[in-house]
């Protein structure tokens, strides 16, 4: 009986980690054997628009909570918002590594489209 050894991190575990924060999804974009992977890349590229994509979100409702009456209310939607994309995030990372694709919809096509470059 033979064992093989595998060196790094799955295709699975990679795409997963790239959605912990841009940081890691650069990471996986630059460096080999990560960044020959179209799988990788998919989920780096989706984990960066969609961290851009959340940062300008909560950026908008940062601006509109100054104002006075409606910030009680950006305030409410800011907290539901970030419940939902924590709960976007952890099915996205557990899809991922279960080797189940998500594409997001506006993000997932840029992203497919990236990753194929």
Do not use: C, H
Not at 74 to 93: E, G, H, Y
């Amino acid at each position: 009986m033979t064992e093989t050894t595998q060196s790094g991190i799955s295709d699975n575990g990679a795409g997963a980690l790239a959605y912990l924060t841009f940081l890691p999804a650069i990471f996986f974009l630059v460096l080999p054997p990560y960044n020959a992977s179209a799988s990788v890349r998919f989920n780096a590229w989706q984990s960066i628009f969609l961290n851009v994509a959340g940062f300008a979100i909560f950026l908008v409702l940062a601006i509109l909570g100054r104002i006075p009456i409606v910030g009680f209310f950006v305030m409410v939607i800011d907290l539901l918002l970030m419940l939902a994309f924590v709960i976007l995030w952890m099915v996205i990372v557990l899809k991922t590594l279960s080797g189940r694709k998500v594409v997001l919809p506006g993000i997932g096509p840029l992203a497919e489209a990236q990753a194929l470059q």
